[in-house]
């Protein structure tokens, strides 16, 4: 037996061992049966990631893995993971993802005989625009329902053409590598996407993890804004509807997540400030105003408003491992 040549799994890391623990055991489990390879580039872990990999390989053949010489950053190292693999498509896969169950790929797999740029995955329980299979063609059409989207780590499926051709070295750095070189790739070109609106990928876990909340505003706001605002060749109107739909289908700044960033110091009256320029292109003036006036409220009294402190920090984060000397129980 050789490993599927139509698609493989392509998944970045750095000191996630705890992490690879949980999700490539559940992974390797539901594609066993269809030989699909699993590349893994390891950004100079050290935490045994290695040594873990070695062992799994003795069990599933199909696992490929470089580990980089020195950490070279989240977004080099996806490109990286990318260009690593050897298929016609490549699923790029954050650590923490799965794929939902051992029935999964059999909607993908129809599929991969034909070209398409990108594939596009649903994820679990996510709010969706259509609830039916479409070919996207029409670059603005993508951009507006579909832009905000691709910036999970486990929704896109990239043609290995789509991969040479993208221009990676323009967004390094962006913290949304993965979504930008495919838009900008498809704001050049005539282009076929596809999207698989049945639920095929999730989070398992993330355990171990370094979260954003900290720097929801210049991560969430300036740079998604700005790097949006600067593709070449979109409509500014949908420009402006994929900036604003992020924060609304994702539920960004909810009220409980308005609190946590808050709790975390994510949300400050002098970050407020520092990017007030940007927040009105990411959501809406009543959601700005409760977050100044949440300012207002020092951060060590947040927690005291929940009767379970620990079930809602749980509820939002997905898990608490990452936060554990910043809770305060």
Not at 192 to 213: L, M, N, R
Not at 270 to 288: A, C, E, G, R, S
């Amino acid at each position: 037996m050789v490993a599927n040549q139509l698609l493989s799994i392509c998944i970045p890391t750095y000191n996630r061992m705890k992490t690879l623990k949980e999700t490539l055991p559940d992974l390797i489990r539901k594609i066993r049966n269809y030989n699909i390879a699993i590349y893994i580039s390891d950004n100079a872990s050290t935490d045994k990631t290695e040594d873990y990999i070695t062992s799994l390989q003795s069990d599933y053949p199909y696992i490929f893995y470089k580990k980089n010489i020195s950490n070279l950053g989240a977004d080099k190292n996806a490109e990286n993971v990318l260009k690593f693999s050897t298929t016609k498509y490549r699923w790029l896969m954050a650590d923490h993802y799965i794929v939902t169950d051992e029935t999964s790929i059999n909607h993908i797999l129809p599929l991969l005989k034909e070209d398409y740029d990108a594939i596009i995955v649903n994820y679990k329980n996510r709010k969706i625009i259509r609830n039916t299979r479409y070919i996207y063609t029409d670059k603005n059409m993508f951009l507006e329902e579909l832009g905000w989207y691709i910036g999970m780590m486990c929704t896109t499926i990239y043609h290995k053409e789509t991969i040479m051709k993208a221009k990676f070295e323009n967004f390094n750095n962006s913290f949304f590598l993965q979504s930008l070189v495919l838009l900008n790739y498809i704001s050049m070109r005539k282009f076929k996407i596809a999207w698989i609106p049945e639920e095929v990928t999730w989070a398992f876990s993330i355990k171990g993890s370094k979260s954003w909340h900290e720097d929801v505003l210049p991560i969430f706001a300036q740079s998604w804004t700005k790097n949006i605002l600067n593709l070449n060749s979109f409509d500014e109107t949908s420009k402006k509807v994929c900036i604003k739909r992020h924060a609304a289908q994702a539920n960004l700044f909810s009220d409980k997540n308005i609190l946590l960033f808050r709790y975390i110091n994510g949300i400050t009256f002098f970050k407020m400030v520092k990017y007030l320029h940007y927040l009105p292109k990411v959501t809406t003036y009543d959601k700005i105003t409760k977050m100044f006036l949440i300012c207002i409220i020092p951060s060590r009294f947040i927690p005291m408003i929940w009767k379970n402190k620990r079930e809602f920090f749980k509820q939002v984060l997905g898990g608490i491992e990452c936060y554990q000397q910043k809770l305060l129980f």
